[in-house]
């Protein structure tokens, strides 16, 4: 696998922790093991990053760390660890967030579902932004939100050619829009990805009925 060079942007320790914790939920010590060696961060077998908000992981290693998946297991069974981690990752960090913090109690207002998830998405975007060098917005279209994040700590460095590489933001967006409105997953695409070429990583939400 291609080392990608360190980017000089810091991503959340703990959010870095968190993920790597789950992928050792999904894969055991002995899968964790071989795709940190694979990517580069053999010392991460012995001491993941620390349970605090530094902004302590380079975006390279995180990138990194999904390229392995996709070599280990292919980009359909990479990515696919890759979401499901990010389900397990989001209410881990919806209390540390001070962003998040704010719309803690966002499933219970009495306000219409597309302006709850409008409201819940650019918190999102605001927590990502404050607390680490990823650059993520939220525009508003006719039938839908796009959460764009222009600089991307899941496809640094990567250049691909099957299929967008952001499976690790998808599965935190699903997980956000599963915690706020309940009931059957609404379809998220992402419909542009840097490591394909694009200019930024952008990720289609279907709006809900009100």
């Given at each position: 696998m291609a080392s990608i060079p360190k980017s000089g942007y810091g991503y959340p320790n703990h959010v870095?922790?968190?993920f790597l914790l789950e992928l050792e939920n999904l894969m055991g010590k002995n899968g964790v093991s071989a795709m940190l060696n694979r990517s580069g961060l053999e010392p991460w077998i012995a001491a993941p990053p620390p349970e605090d908000t530094e902004r302590g992981v380079d975006f390279a290693e995180f990138s990194a760390l999904l390229a392995a998946l996709d070599d280990l297991y292919g980009p359909r069974g990479?990515?696919?660890?890759?979401?499901?981690?990010?389900?397990?990752?989001?209410?881990?960090?919806?209390?540390?967030?001070?962003?998040?913090?704010?719309?803690?109690?966002?499933?219970?207002?009495?306000?219409?579902?597309?302006?709850?998830?409008?409201?819940?998405?650019?918190?999102l975007a605001e927590a990502f932004t404050s607390a680490s060098d990823q650059q993520a917005a939220v525009a508003t279209e006719h039938d839908a939100f796009v959460?764009?994040?222009?600089?991307?700590?899941?496809?640094?460095?990567?250049?691909v050619e099957d299929?967008?590489?952001?499976?690790?933001?998808?599965?935190?967006?699903?997980?956000?829009?599963?915690?706020?409105?309940?009931?059957?997953?609404?379809?998220?695409?992402?419909?542009?990805?840097?490591?394909?070429?694009?200019?930024?990583?952008?990720?289609?939400?279907?709006?809900?009925a009100p």
């Open positions: 870095a922790r968190a990479g990515r696919g660890l890759a979401r499901r981690a990010g389900w397990a990752v989001f209410p881990q960090i919806l209390p540390l967030m001070p962003a998040l913090r704010s719309v803690a109690d966002l499933p219970g207002r009495a306000l219409p579902a597309p302006e709850k998830l409008g409201l819940a998405l650019q918190a959460f764009k994040v222009t600089r991307c700590p899941a496809c640094w460095g990567r250049k299929g967008p590489a952001c499976a690790a933001i998808d599965g935190l967006l699903e997980e956000c829009i599963h915690w706020l409105l309940g009931g059957e997953p609404i379809r998220i695409e992402e419909t542009e990805c840097i490591a394909l070429g694009g200019t930024s990583c952008s990720f289609r939400i279907p709006r809900p």
